[in-house]
């Protein structure tokens, strides 16, 4: 199934738990289960703007975007994560509006059991959203995948708080339980925010796609004598971009080192899933100016 497909799966999970958490608060009058649909009201929101985004993202490239669109992901995780600072906000200053006047819940029981239904519902389908984020490399798929896990934690919170509101007659338990949770959701937010801004700065390959791409290159660079510096790599959304020169020695033909350099492109690109290669020629005594030095110059 394609990343969009579990999307619209998202879109319509988030209409299903809205009406449980809204039926929950309804009948209970909770502040807490206020807050937790509240956050499913984010969920739904944000899997509409990252379906939206992973559908641009599919785009082919254009004269416009000649390298794709697939860095549009991340304006799907940035979007997601200010909605959840917003939501978390909303939540923080409703409970304290109700730890300042705490009122008696009804229906704890009833409220407590749609909780858990809308949870279980969030959980199956974050799981399910998680396996093939890893699968597509999806970064819009893993943010909403998070989202919902956060949200089955904060509707486990709100259960156990309650569960521990019957218990004691304690009901200054329901809001401080609700800012807990918005706590929490903004933790969340801003830990979306700070991995979106990260991608659309370039950042190099992760470490492990490194030591991969070392290790093909030091399998190509003694049996045929050949020397690769410069390498300079960066993410855009599911794809990997690498770029380095590769020193031959001078007596070599074109052809022959366009051969090998095929060869190399073509480990390269099989080692690390998603990489795009770009390979420069030169000689063996020949030196070039990397990016990062005439940055620097």
């Known amino acids: 199934m394609h990343a969009s497909a579990y999307l ?7 209409v299903v738990t809205i009406l449980l958490k809204g039926a929950a608060w309804w009948w209970t009058g909770s502040v807490s289960l206020a807050a937790d649909a509240l956050e499913s009201l984010v969920n739904l929101a944000g899997a509409v703007f990252a379906l ?8 082919p490239p254009d004269a416009e975007h000649p ?7 991340y304006f799907s995780s940035g979007f997601e994560g200010i909605l959840i600072i917003a939501a978390a906000l909303g939540i923080f200053w409703g409970a ?12 704890i029981g009833l409220g407590a059991a749609l909780a858990v239904v809308s949870s279980a519902l969030n959980g199956l389908l974050a799981w399910a959203m998680l396996r ?61 925010l700070r991995e979106s801004t990260s991608g659309l700065m370039d950042q190099a390959l992760d470490d492990e796609s ?7 290159l030091d399998g ?17 959304g599911q794809r990997r971009f690498i770029d380095l020169h590769m020193h031959m020695p001078a007596h070599w033909t074109l052809g022959r080192a366009a051969t090998l350099r095929g060869e190399v492109e073509q480990a390269l ?21 990397s990016l990062h030095q005439e940055d620097g110059a």
């Open 52 to 59: 939206a985004m992973v559908t641009l993202a599919a785009q």
């Open 210 to 216: 490194l030591t991969r791409v070392q290790a093909v």
């Open 132 to 192: 093939k984020a890893r699968e597509a490399r999806s970064v819009a798929l893993a943010a909403d995948a998070r989202h919902l896990i956060t949200d089955v934690w904060t509707s486990a919170g709100v259960v156990a708080g309650l569960l521990g509101v019957m218990a004691t007659g304690w009901h200054w338990l329901d809001p401080l339980l609700a800012m807990v949770v918005a706590l929490n959701i903004l933790r969340e937010g801003l830990h979306l």
């Open 269 to 289: 690109m099989g080692t690390v899933p998603g990489l795009r290669c770009s390979i420069q020629l030169l000689p063996m005594d020949v030196e070039a100016h």
């Open 8 to 14: 619209k799966l998202s879109v319509a999970t988030a």
């Open 220 to 236: 190509f660079r003694h049996p045929y004598d050949v020397r690769f510096d410069h390498i300079v790599s960066r993410v855009a």
């Open 96 to 107: 304290a509006q109700r730890w300042r006047h705490p009122e008696p819940l009804e229906g």
């Open 67 to 73: 390298y794709g669109h697939h860095k549009a992901e």
